[in-house]
């Protein structure tokens, strides 16, 4: 028996003294990143999906967390991004954050997810109840500032609150894209009666298809005046048709979001305003909301990331510019 016994510590102590070894070979941040939280965003190659990724890179790092950054090639690719929930809640994260590409196509799927592990919603809302806490831009009051950028920037020209005006909006069916919608029009019909909206389009998630509509717009109505493009793509496709054109002192566009282009475009006076989000802080307390929620902590149901209005005039500000060019590495 006691041979037994000391023949078994002997084993007992090899498989530890292995197990010690072992250990000593492997990064230490295997150990640290130990729990995954993926995130899922609409299009990983826009510079405004980039800089939210930024945010959750950031946060794993800070955290000790392992994130996966996942995504579509494009926003338009609903069932893309289905298959990538559902693909990324089989491997059994500690949680998941996801900013729905259509409200009403991501509902059903985040609801089966959120029988798995906690949801966490970022920038865009889903048919769902189902989300822990969502963290984005109040979407209608990012409308209201661009209505009232959009009159602000047309009275500078024109020395009044009237004319026509247009919205281009990049897909149907978005959630954030539709609250900025209904702000956007809420305030203009409530503060700016002399605006009058002539042309409500929705493009296919394309900047070529906003350059398109743009020039169209331009050769239909010689009386407009203003354009609010709602989101950072159709904002590229819009100021490409005004530069183009050499229309800049004429139609005063308001976009959403931004990137080298858009600001360089606010820079030459083709973009009036833009309104931008924080979508590093959106990624980062994303996760740092989905650990929390991960360890059934207590989290805020709702987390508006502001917004603000950037003109030519306030783009040197440290606020502003610390919005403007974040820190995507």
């Known amino acids: 028996m006691t041979l037994m016994k000391n023949i078994l510590s002997r084993r007992a102590f090899t498989s530890l ?26 299009d990983t190659t826009s510079f405004y999906w980039q800089i939210v990724l930024a945010g959750a890179r950031a946060a794993g790092k800070d955290l000790g967390v392992n994130v996966p950054e996942l995504g579509a090639q494009s926003e338009s690719d609903i069932n893309g ?27 059903k799927p985040i609801d089966e997810a959120a029988k798995a592990v906690p949801i966490i919603g970022i920038d865009s809302g889903a048919d769902s109840k189902a989300f822990v806490s969502f963290l984005t831009t109040d979407n209608v009051q990012g409308g209201r500032i661009a209505a009232d950028g959009l009159a602000a920037a047309i009275k500078e020209a024109t020395g009044k609150e009237e004319g026509e005006i247009a919205i281009i909006t990049s897909l149907p069916g978005v959630g954030s894209l539709d609250q900025r919608h209904e702000g956007f029009v809420e305030v203009i019909a409530a503060k700016y009666p002399g605006l009058k909206v002539v042309a409500d389009k929705y493009a296919d ?13 331009i ?28 229309l800049g002192d004429k139609i005063k566009v308001i976009g959403f979001d931004s990137d080298e282009k858009t600001v360089g475009f606010l820079k030459e006076g083709v973009l009036a305003g833009l309104v931008v989000q924080d979508p590093y802080r959106m990624g980062y307390d994303g996760i740092k909301t989905a650990l929390a929620a991960s360890k059934k902590e207590k989290v805020e149901a709702n987390v508006d990331t502001g917004a603000n209005l950037v003109t ?3 783009m040197a500000d440290p606020k502003i510019d610390a919005l403007l060019n974040p820190k995507v590495n």
């Open 17 to 42: 003294a292995g197990a010690a070894v072992f250990a000593a070979m492997m990064p230490v941040a295997s150990f640290a990143q130990d729990v995954t939280i993926p995130i899922i965003v609409k």
């Open 81 to 107: 991004q289905i298959t990538i929930l559902e693909n990324a809640v089989a491997g059994a994260p500690a949680a998941v954050v996801i900013s729905p590409t259509e409200f009403k196509a991501l509902g």
């Open 205 to 217: 998630g394309q900047a070529t298809t906003g350059l398109n509509m743009m020039t169209d717009l």
């Open 219 to 246: 050769t239909a109505n010689p009386n407009l005046v203003g354009v609010f493009a709602s989101n950072l793509i159709m904002a590229q496709g819009v100021g490409q048709a005004i530069a183009e054109n050499k």
């Open 312 to 314: 030519k005039a306030n």
